[in-house]
């Protein structure tokens, strides 16, 4: 009887039930169920619907029962920063706001009252981006300060998501240390950094590692679904998870996790909380079994979605894979910086892609097929760029690149990427979140000795394709 894993991943646009076994030591994918995500404008502010999120989580669960595959355990990852808090009573605590919300404008200069910017870097090794926890939190502490004491319980999204199946509470390190307030030499939570900022130490408690039983399903949750099993965290940051499925086990390896956002980096067994790192916007976020994914966040095909959305809003309803055939024909030359702020949430993601080159003197996209011209450019360019300094930051070279995630299905984009970085591309799993999810549950399990022979496992398991430069 082979023993069903199911991996429960939510993306920022999407998220899909993935059941997982091993067959002859090949890992074997199901999707069974998908369901769409997206922020809502609730009170004026960005927000999740984690409500509707949770009943689709539940309606994945009861499709398993359906096709007769009982899962033996479940784990749940989502995006990073966004987190829920509960009251005494485990209600929540105000809205649960989104992390493209305006509300987080200005709160860095509040944040840099108590601390530098150099010294929070120092202490954390953490890019700054305006969204990341610590900066919400602030908006909190100004904006709603009754939370701090209203609020006993601070979850990050997937945490939530398995208190509401199990009724235990667990925080995560993968996703705990895109908070910002997480020390690297400790990998816990910087109370002293916590203290100083005022917020509550009481919402941080012991973090727990990839791998860790959070507990079996309450009754109440295992009546609904039909089937008991346990619920095991994966790296519950989505990016944490899909480098989990990075197919190689060289010791210099760089990939991209490509999809809403594009996160380029290596592992590396220290973090580097330099000031030199710092300058080149470098992040060290936690990953599994205490490894570094040294890493710079890049915008990503959150540019191209958004782009796809308005098209389809004005008739034009185009696939990625027809937007990426009709770019690869265009000569256009535009180029735009990807990392720019007024990429982040814009009112309109097309009249900002025509400003931006307005406003730089150089030709403006008219049509989809340019528009996806200029996004895929500019990205792959971007590409090239962060190669160089990660290369300068490590003193080491990178011979070829891994891209994970739905991006290696980007087929024009693997192409510039291997012409920018003038390095073999390799492309594939496009699944690879649900396969590092689904990694983390079958170590524990015994299915895989360790990360090593999984990420053997994983290279044999799915199709990786090759783009020469």
Known sequence: MEQYYLAVDIGASSG??????????RMVLEEIYRFPNGMKQIDGHL????????????????????????????????WAVDYVLLDEQNQIVGNVVGYRDGRTKGMDD?????????ELYQKTGIQKQIFNTIYQFMAVKRQHPEYLDKAKTMLM??????????????????????????????NTWDYELIEKLG??????????????LVGELTEEIQKEVGYQCKVVLPATHDTGSAVLAVPSNEENILYISSGTWSLMGTERKEADCSLKSMKHN?????????????????????????????????????SFGEICDMASKETIPSLVDCNDDGFLAPESMIQAVKDYCRKEGQQVPETPAQL??????SLAKCYGQTIEELEQAVKAHYS???????GANADYLNHLTAKYTKRPVYAGPTEATAIGNLTAQMIRAGEYKSLTEARDAIFKSFEIKKYEP
């Open 110 to 118: 509040q944040v840099y009252k108590d601390i530098s910017l150099e």
């Open 157 to 186: 999204i997937p945490d939530y998501f398995h208190f509401c199946l199990t009724g235990v509470k667990k925080q995560e390190y993968t996703n705990a240390t895109t908070t910002q307030l997480v020390n690297p030499g400790t």
């Open 47 to 78: 927000c999740w619907d984690v409500e509707a999120l949770f009943s689709h989580i539940i309606a994945g669960m009861k499709r398993c029962k359906e096709l007769g595959k009982i899962p033996v355990s479940l784990g749940i990852d989502t």
């Open 372 to 377: 996806g011209a200029v996004i895929y450019n």
């Open 16 to 25: 899909r039930h993935i059941l997982g076994h091993v067959k002859q030591g």
């Open 400 to 406: 070829q690149i891994h891209i994970v995630g739905g």
């Open 282 to 318: 470098f992040t060290n976020e936690g990953g599994y079994e205490y490894r570094f994914r040294y890493l710079k966040n890049i915008m990503g095909l959150w540019m191209i979605q958004s782009v796809k959305k308005e098209l389809a809003l004005m008739g034009q309803d185009y």
């Open 199 to 212: 917020y509550p130490l009481n919402w941080f408690g012991e973090l727990s590692m990839p791998g860790t």
